[in-house]
């Protein structure tokens, strides 16, 4: 086991947010661990891209709602890169259906993916930080997480949780010197998004101060900041950068 650089881990970094984050993070110095679930090509060719640039990356298979499979898959990690410094839990699915459409099996989905899937993460970061009484924590829950949105209950009912989760643990682990903050984006220029018509984006920018959608970049240079040293004294905190759409 080799520890030359600092280690993140972040879940749902093959594409979005989380490819643009590894990107972030790689190029501050960071060995980067990316867990994806689906999107094989996606992760190696992130991976083979920042191999290329000179950085250290990895990426690994795991379903995050599988407890065993995701310590399987930090136990990897931490044999590559050292323990992890940094945990981004990032993955995440989206869903836009009436409340009376949404089947148990589809609510059952979306918690499991966003909130059980940071919790089986966590549980498998955590430890390691705890002992050596340092480590970042920074969740992605949603703008709609603080807000609600219609046709989106399911959605938002989870990334509420994400936020509650993100405050809580936050002043139990302080007295550890771990941060946990929560980036609560707004409407992005994401694959997340695709299902929206060009009205329904327009109609979002309009409603938007700024007049326009972030960008993955702009999310990734938040949850950067958070797990930077200059975020010392930051935790328990929900940042939502979303162009003013919500203040």
Same mark, same amino acid.
């Given at each position: 086991?080799?520890?030359?650089?600092?280690?993140?881990?972040?879940?749902?970094?093959?594409?979005?947010?989380?490819?643009?984050?590894?990107?972030?993070?790689? /190029?501050? !110095?960071?060995?980067?661990?990316?867990?994806?679930?689906?999107?094989? @090509?996606?992760?190696?060719?992130?991976?083979?891209?920042?191999?290329?640039?000179?950085?250290?990356?990895?990426?690994?298979?795991?379903?995050?709602?599988? =407890? $065993?499979?995701?310590?399987?898959?930090?136990? @990897?990690?931490? #044999?590559? =890169?050292? $323990?992890?410094?940094?945990?981004?839990? /990032? $993955?995440?699915? $989206?869903?836009?259906?009436?409340?009376?459409?949404?089947?148990?099996?589809?609510?059952?989905?979306?918690?499991?993916?966003?909130?059980?899937?940071?919790?089986?993460?966590? @549980?498998?970061?955590? &430890?390691?930080?705890?002992?050596?009484?340092?480590?970042?924590?920074?969740?992605?829950?949603?703008?709609?997480?603080?807000?609600?949105?219609?046709?989106?209950?399911?959605?938002?009912?989870? @990334?509420?949780?994400?936020? !509650?989760?993100?405050?809580?643990?936050?002043?139990?682990?302080?007295?550890?010197?771990?941060?946990? /903050?929560?980036?609560? &984006?707004?409407?992005?220029?994401?694959?997340? /998004?695709?299902? #929206?018509?060009?009205?329904?984006?327009?109609?979002?920018?309009?409603?938007? &101060?700024?007049?326009?959608?972030?960008?993955?970049?702009?999310?990734?240079?938040?949850?950067?900041?958070?797990?930077?040293?200059?975020?010392? =004294?930051?935790?328990?905190?929900?940042?939502? &950068?979303?162009?003013?759409?919500?203040?």
């Amino acid at each position: 086991m080799r520890k030359a650089r600092l280690h993140v881990l972040i879940t749902g970094g093959s594409r979005g947010i989380g490819a643009a984050t590894a990107e972030a993070f790689a /190029n501050e !110095g960071y060995a980067v661990t990316i867990l994806y679930h689906r999107n094989a @090509k996606r992760a190696e060719d992130l991976v083979v891209r920042l191999l290329q640039e000179g950085h250290e990356a990895i990426a690994i298979s795991a379903d995050i709602r599988d =407890f $065993a499979a995701v310590h399987h898959a930090v136990q @990897k990690a931490n #044999l590559q =890169f050292g $323990a992890v410094d940094v945990l981004v839990s /990032n $993955a995440g699915i $989206a869903g836009q259906q009436l409340f009376s459409d949404v089947t148990p099996e589809m609510f059952a989905d979306m918690i499991q993916t966003h909130v059980t899937g940071l919790y089986n993460i966590t @549980k498998a970061v955590l &430890p390691g930080m705890i002992s050596r009484k340092t480590g970042s924590i920074v969740t992605v829950s949603s703008i709609w997480g603080i807000t609600g949105a219609s046709c989106e209950v399911a959605y938002s009912t989870a @990334k509420a949780a994400v936020i !509650g989760f993100t405050r809580a643990l936050a002043k139990e682990v302080g007295p550890s010197d771990i941060t946990v /903050n929560c980036v609560a &984006p707004g409407v992005i220029d994401t694959e997340m /998004n695709q299902d #929206l018509t060009s009205e329904e984006i327009q109609e979002l920018c309009d409603q938007t &101060p700024l007049g326009r959608m972030g960008t993955p970049k702009e999310i990734a240079d938040v949850i950067l900041f958070l797990a930077s040293e200059n975020a010392g =004294f930051i935790t328990g905190q929900v940042i939502s &950068p979303n162009g003013g759409l919500v203040i």
